[in-house]
């Protein structure tokens, strides 16, 4: 079954191959973004809830912000703006694995299955739809954060490299949660997975300045590539060398995980 | 090249020491249906999944549609449609979606694709329907719903895994309504099922699984036939006559047990001879009370290939 993966195999002769596996791809992206926003309790969360953090810690911390070693920001919300995306993103990076455990496990991956459906069409879809969607929410939250004053100095190309980096690294942490996925089959295993993404995230900058931490806890937020240069964009200015950074960082996490997800997914075409 | 639309050979599937499907031989006929009739846990999804290229087998060879479920499996998939037993339907989306999705998936473009939706969907009865999510769907409708996925590409050969299991008794007679339809137009009907009366309403051909091997396979009203003669059960109304019965039923065929204050025969020639007995009986001034002629159901056949009713133990299985 392994040389059937590669293949695109749904090809009447008159419609070309990579035509109709793309147009798979997007119908599967759009049923997952649908489901998604469908069902509101796996989003709304991802939304309200570093909203709340937002202000509660902006109200609590709005005198750290004159703290010498703090950097020089408009306020602790300007501040907040990129870890408040990226706890978003930890809310609902967990949803593509999930949704698609609970697809094997109910029985609707072996309908897909069943038809001639480009096997890679099911996973990219998969990816792809998380991707959007977490894309959609950000925007959703930057617009928020703007709208009560904190600028993204880095200007409109700023904020779009904040939803396209949110969208990527939602396909670098969805990954893992779909090799799970794939591994187990059941979304209770790929739920349990997902608390560990909040461990990093309050390991880090996210919601604190490095500078103004000290001991081994200060080296391993240090050692956070991705919010440190998200957040220089929010409140320095554009920064091609930031962009790229944070897009790299992201995007080696992103081949780790799905280069695992796409092992899982063959292994359970070959098993099954 | 003339080719069955279903066979398998030795055809096998085992899990870890459990073997489910143990070496089964078929052959489906073009445009027929064919039941496929065994008690829970007999091999028949095991056995469907192996066809419809969703489980390998562990041994044997089976092709559909003419290709090899192995080694071809895209053009196996391209020829079949699927019903699978509990694959949910996800409950998110609308009808019309889902079957605009599943068109997609076999490759059709998204005009074609909203074509085919709608007359599928008039042809099972959702067009009203079909703009909701499948999750306020009865269970009969989700059913139709599946049927009109595993439809769209206009498939040859239908796959079925109890289609009709947990209906009530009005969707599950429109259900076999639709497969007779759809096999007038042609297409070849594989169906998995646990009711007797199902595979004898529906299917030219069965064949019968018990514990992962075929016990019976051929023409219904053949197997019941070699089950044996029809049974025929008497009461006769004055209990003085009844060695003068005795004496005459004992020429018509062998004694079979029966109840308290009657009596049994397997009928030797079948139902032809019943008016021969009544004559005889009557000739001899013997009353009767009670007359019946059983003749052999599939439970009978399902029996006498593996010493146990199926009948029974499907109602083991509803309480349980
Ligand atoms: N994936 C699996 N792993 C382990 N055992 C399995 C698996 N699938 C099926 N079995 C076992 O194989 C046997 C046959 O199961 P199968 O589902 O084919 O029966 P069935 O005839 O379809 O029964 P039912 O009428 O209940 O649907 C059962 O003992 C079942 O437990
Ligand atoms: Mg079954």
């Keep these: 079954m392994t040389a059937a993966v590669g293949l695109p195999s749904t090809f009447d002769g008159s419609r070309h191959r990579f035509r109709v596996t793309l147009e798979q791809g997007f119908a599967l992206a759009k049923r997952s973004v649908l489901s998604t926003w469908r069902s509101p309790a796996a989003w709304v969360p991802g939304l309200v809830l570093p909203l709340m953090i937002a202000a509660v810690y902006s109200a609590q911390f709005a005198m750290a912000t004159q703290l010498p070693q703090f950097p020089p920001v408009d306020s602790f919300l300007q501040y907040m703006l990129p870890a408040s995306v990226l706890q978003s993103i930890a809310f609902g990076a967990g949803n593509a694995g999930t949704d698609l455990a609970t697809d094997i496990e109910n029985g609707f991956f072996d309908r897909l299955m069943a038809s001639p459906v480009a096997r890679q069409s099911v996973l990219v879809g998969r990816i792809m739809g998380a991707a959007v969607f977490s894309g959609f929410e950000s925007l959703v939250l930057v617009l928020v954060f703007l709208a009560f004053g904190a600028p993204v100095k880095g200007g409109v190309g700023g904020v779009i490299a904040i939803i396209f980096i949110a969208g990527l690294l939602a396909i670098a942490v969805g990954g893992f949660g779909v090799a799970v996925a794939l591994r187990t089959g059941s979304p209770e295993a790929t739920q349990s997975m997902f608390p560990l993404t909040f461990v990093f995230l309050f390991m880090s900058s996210a919601f604190f300045p490095t500078e103004l931490m000290n001991g081994w806890y200060q080296q391993v937020a240090q050692s956070n590539f991705i919010i440190d240069p998200t957040r220089r964009l929010v409140i320095y200015g554009w920064s091609w060398t930031d962009l790229l950074q944070a897009v790299a960082v992201t995007l080696a996490v992103a081949a780790v995980s799905l280069s695992w997800s796409y092992r899982m997914y063959l292994r359970r075409l070959e098993v099954k | ?320």
Excluded: C
């Design chain 2, 1 to 320: 090249m003339t080719t069955h639309p279903i066979s398998a050979h030795g055809l096998e599937r085992s899990f870890g020491t459990l073997v489910a499907v143990d070496g089964i031989d078929l052959e489906v006929e073009e445009g027929e249906i064919f039941g496929f009739l065994g008690p829970n846990g007999a091999g028949k999804s095991t056995t469907v999944r192996m066809l419809v290229t969703l489980l390998k087998p562990t041994g044997g060879t089976a092709s559909v549609a003419g290709y090899d479920v192995v080694e071809q499996p895209n053009m196996v998939r391209r020829s079949i449609g699927v019903a699978l037993q509990d694959a949910a339907i996800d409950p998110l989306m609308t009808g019309n979606e889902l079957l605009k999705l599943q068109a997609i998936l076999h490759g059709l473009g998204s005009r074609e694709a909203t074509r085919r939706s709608g007359e599928l969907l008039e042809r099972v009865g959702l067009t009203k329907a079909g703009n909701r999510r499948v999750g306020t769907y009865s269970g009969g409708m989700r059913r139709r719903l599946d049927l009109a996925l595993a439809l769209i590409h206009n498939p040859s050969v239908l796959f079925l895994d109890e289609p009709t299991t947990g209906l009530d008794p009005t969707s599950r007679l429109s259900m076999w309504e639709e497969v007779r339809a759809l096999n007038k137009e042609g297409t070849t009907v594989f169906l998995t099922t646990q009711y007797l009366e199902e595979a004898d309403q529906l299917a030219g051909r069965i064949a019968i699984i018990d514990g992962g091997r075929i016990v019976r396979q051929g023409d219904p009203a053949v197997l019941k036939d070699e089950v044996g003669d029809p049974t025929l059960r008497i009461e006769i109304g004055d209990s003085i006559m009844l060695d003068t019965a005795k004496a005459v039923l004992t020429t018509f065929g062998e004694w079979r047990p029966a109840r308290d204050g009657r009596l049994a025969i397997g009928l030797e020639g079948g139902a032809k001879r019943m008016a021969d007995v009544v004559r005889s009986l009557d000739a001899q001034g013997v009353p009767v009370a009670h007359i019946e002629l059983d003749t052999p159901s599939l439970d009978d056949v399902f029996s006498d290939a593996t010493g146990r009713r199926l009948e029974g133990a499907m109602v083991d299985d509803e309480e349980s």
